[in-house]
């Protein structure tokens, strides 16, 4: 008997469904049974026309005038983002940032297990980051056999993130969190998210401005650095 597609559910909507996960875990946390739309809404930011469109795609979950019940639409949420599963996950990069993510608890929290990490300096092959012992990144290709890894992280520097992506999609990793401020060139098949702290710290900068004009300030203006 063939099985129905999954639909499928828009990038915008999907980058809402972990907001929304971590307000339920919070409620849930609180005890509160059920939540509506408009709650949930202002919880996270957006309007209630939005958070109804998002989680319909999920199913009919929710009850006019009653809400959603927060651990069933929960539990709905943790399943469409397959968090109801262990996923492995695999470091390119054993510096700082790399060293500072494998300790991260909060990535186990949420269902991932940083399975191993690699690097191509044979100064910190064998060193114990985050519970597992760093491994050359010629055995990347191996690890992600033997463990099962699903996931990369790049945490290298910009000049060596691109060599850490072809090494990761030699290996047969789908999916790569890429912490390098470089744009990555992969196979479509690939999936890159990337995460740019100096990009949000841009923008933060705007907002911190209108705070200050706001205010009145008027801070002595310096060119940044190229």
């Given at each position: ?18 907001v929304y996960l ?38 009919s979950f929710g ?164």
């Amino acid at each position: 008997m063939a099985t129905t597609p999954r639909r499928r559910i828009p990038e915008a909507a999907i980058s809402r469904l972990p907001v929304y996960l971590r307000i339920l875990s919070e409620l849930e946390a609180e005890e509160v049974a059920r939540v509506s739309s408009d709650e949930l809404a202002e919880l996270a930011g957006v309007n209630a026309a939005k958070v109804r469109k998002d989680l319909s795609y999920l199913g009919s979950f929710g009850t006019r005038g009653v809400g959603y019940e927060v651990k069933f639409l929960t539990y709905q949420i943790q399943r469409e983002l397959g968090l109801n599963q262990t996923w492995n996950v695999v470091i390119v990069g054993a510096g700082n940032l790399g060293q500072a993510l494998a300790n991260y608890g909060g990535i186990i929290q949420r269902g991932f297990t940083i399975a191993a990490v690699v690097d191509n300096d044979q100064s910190k092959v064998g060193v114990e980051v985050g519970g597992v012992r760093v491994r050359h990144v010629d055995e990347l290709a191996q690890l992600a056999q033997s463990k099962d890894i699903n996931i990369g992280i790049i945490a290298t520097p910009a000049q060596h993130a691109q060599a850490a992506a072809d090494v990761l999609v030699k290996a047969g990793i789908g999916s790569i969190l890429n912490f390098a401020p470089t744009v990555l060139s992969v196979p479509q098949t690939v999936h890159v998210r990337k995460v740019d702290m100096a990009l949000e710290l841009q923008i933060l900068s705007y907002y911190e401005q209108l705070r200050r004009q706001a205010r009145g300030d008027n801070p002595s203006e310096q060119p940044a650095s190229a």
